[in-house]
């Protein structure tokens, strides 16, 4: 047992780190939060790094690698706040339910997936995320694959206010204009969309810590730097507590992908997402309470990813039963 | 990433089982749990039997007469023991997991000699005066005081929260020969024979009722400086040794537990009509994805002090051990609260197993380092926040 990353794995995480840095660092962020969130140039270059393809057989265009890889890069999207339908495009890919080269839906060029589709997908909440720059929305097959693809203008949809500045949102509207609303992707897509977006949380979860930190090191009232105060240093505490014990769940999760172990992983890295923004925006005093500071990002993307894929009720009802399950003979 | 078991990790374990399966049986009944001569001697046999069957001491250093198991290994047969419903460690707990490794570290091999094989073989039993009725979190500032006499200390003081005092036959004290040096400066390592003159024991009652843990009172007790571990005046570094001693495997057995309990409050909520109340089932939920998680980060912690172990370094997980404890002991006191709710007014009979079990997790945010301390440490010693307060 050696439950640590590998040395290629840990190559790979600060690789993505450093090119998202390059690519997408807080000036990008800032404007992509004034202007359209999706940035179709960075979405090419995300996919000629191997982030989507990267699970498809290096025969097949992609990068050969597996779900642990996947789940350590979007732990580097999350904490970078990284915009788009990052879990849905990677899942179309990794599937083949991209639309193809001539932009067809069906039958995506197995042997070169097209670099660019922007894919979201429709979500147990009945949300969908990025419609509007989306080529194709998963939805349920049909047929016997976990999922398929549809062209937008098939889903009767309708916007919302989206609380998240770099989520735009819609609504299904189900039954409308007398059509049937398509079903929901399932099975193993459905549940590595909970693990991806549970990584997401993990990366913010984390970069909320050290944002925290940071500001208490740097922050002075009453003649030295907040972090010296225990009050302070308790809730920074609390916050890496929160991290970790959700880092070990992802990670774990990403090993055996086991059902069970998806949902608990989606449950404590949503609950560290969230309650760690909080606490992040409380070490910031007012200026946590702005729209300049980066605080009120992580903790409106924690709010949308914790409602995406696998609710916090779905997932303890999942681990309540498998409680009783244990029992059985 | 890998949460498989080698071969011989698992050739580990399967000889381990075997060896549990033939040797539980034999095992006299529990004692009683206020009968502390009857403790000592159920743990103390439960000790001679891993050492005859070569268990005892698996994860001390082979010169010091143990098995030099890896934390791996060690994790392993934490599982196991407890899986199988094996004694508790007992009253050779500050022997095998506090004393035994300082001795093993920082004595010398006359001492080693000494005090070692006893605690493997199951024949003495040691127990802590570190704590004082002024030092408590401030463990440094403790204040019993040793005075050079010719080749002896002279110890006077108190101590306080010392399990297993009534029956130990050696006590691993803390005492200050330096009260003008900086306070961690000024503090020795003895081992005091508990049946010296001028030591006596009072035992504590804690809010469940039983006696798990003593004051000792120290008069004017004279101890040889031939008890001495490490040099005079550097018992704080000593200490911090065995502080520091173990691998990510400190909660090991009590996880495994706490998932079998949670098992069995879900079975008895079913079995009672309560598991249609959908709050009580996702409580429960909830705690079965943070006892699992908890399980991950041993697995995690363990294979850190692995790779710490192979690379050359010391295999302490340093403060990886505060996060770990922070939350495993509020999660230990929700399981609990939880056993309340589904107990109802079955929670006030002190007798159920459950209840007395509740009673006394109310020590885990408290006992061997309070929560409030573990979020200092994790503070400033790994997010890296200023000292003070």
Redesign the interface.
Known sequence: MDFLLTEDQLALRTGFQALLEGRFGRDRLRAAVEGPPLDRGLWRELGEAGFFALRLAEADGGVGLGLQEAVLLFEVAGGALLPGPLVATHLAVTYGAVPGADGALEGGSAEAPPMGPVVTALEPSGLIEHLESADAVLVGSEGGAPVAAVRPAELPSAPLRSVDPLTPLCRLRSGAEGREAPGLPQGPVRREAALLTAALQLGSAARTVSTAVRYAREREQFGRPIGAFQAIKHLCARMLVRAELARAAVYAAAVTEAPHDIAGAKLLADEAAVNNARDCLQVHGGMGFTWEADVHLHLKRAWVRKEQWQSAHEAEDLLADGLIDELSP | ??????EA?EAFRHELRAWLAEALPKLPAKPDPRDWPARRTHDLAWQRALHDAGYAGLHWPEDAGGRGATP?QHLIFLEETERAGAPYVGANFVGLLHAGPTIAAEGTNEQRRRWLPPILRGEQVWCQGFSEPDAGSDLAALRTRAVRDGDSYVVSGSKIWTSHAEVADWCELLVRTDPAAPKHRGITWLALPMDTDGVTVRPLRTLAGSEEFAEVFLDEVRVPVANRVGEENDGWRVTMVTLSFERGTAFVGEVVACRRV??E???TA?ADGR?DD?AL??R???L???F???W??T??N???A??SLRGGGSGVPGA?GS?FK??YSHARQELYEAAAEVLGAGSLDADHEWVADRLSSLSYTIAAGTS?I???I???R????????
């Open positions: 990433m890998d949460l498989a078991y080698s990790e791996t949670l098992g409050l879900a079975r079913r598991w959908p089932r996702r429960l939920g909830r079965a994805a943070e699992a998680a908890l991950r980060l697995q995690w363990v294979s850190e692995e790779r990886g996060v922070l939350r409030e573990q979020r200092n994790v503070a400033e790994i997010l890296g926040l200023p000292k003070g307060r």
